[in-house]
């Protein structure tokens, strides 16, 4: 059964409702994408991926506390900001540290576990949301990825990301461009 048929839809809102607030986390996900390399070299690669995983989180947790379909499209806004800058500081970041020759081994079996946990997830969720209510499974969603942003955020600071950036970096030669943060060699701003 779609969200906004839900019964006992406590956000009052219909088909054209649901699809502003799809568009409201659309733009939020541009909003994130263009500020990306501006937070990437602001905060380091490392803290930024932290920070958008735990906005990603909180705003999740908001999106279960909303009331009204103004904080729901405001919560999915700022949800698809943390995705949007994730999804460019992620793979870049991915991209200067893989191997070359590993490149689409790695890149692919990302993708395939992304893949594979999303119908597990769409399970559970619907499983939740049948058993109890539908804040439950986002409840779930937020307390998962906030627990996975801090026990993960030691991995991806800033420290251990240069250290991995210098390790993948190549040789003195004719072709070094000096540093390969994904952050500081990505396109400029848009915003």
Known sequence: MPFWRWPGNRLGIDTYGFGLLLAAEASGGLLGAGIASHLGRRLGTGTALTCTAAVEGLAVLGLAAASNPYLAGLALAVCGAGMGATMVLGPSLRQAIVPAHLMGRVASTSRMLAMCAAPVGAFLGGWLATA?????????????????????????????VETALRAAAPADGPDQQGSRDPATVSAPDVV
């Open 132 to 160: 109890h209510d539908i804040r439950t499974p986002l409840c779930a969603a937020a307390v998962l990825l906030l627990a996975m942003t801090a026990v993960t955020a030691s991995m991806t600071s800033n420290r251990r």
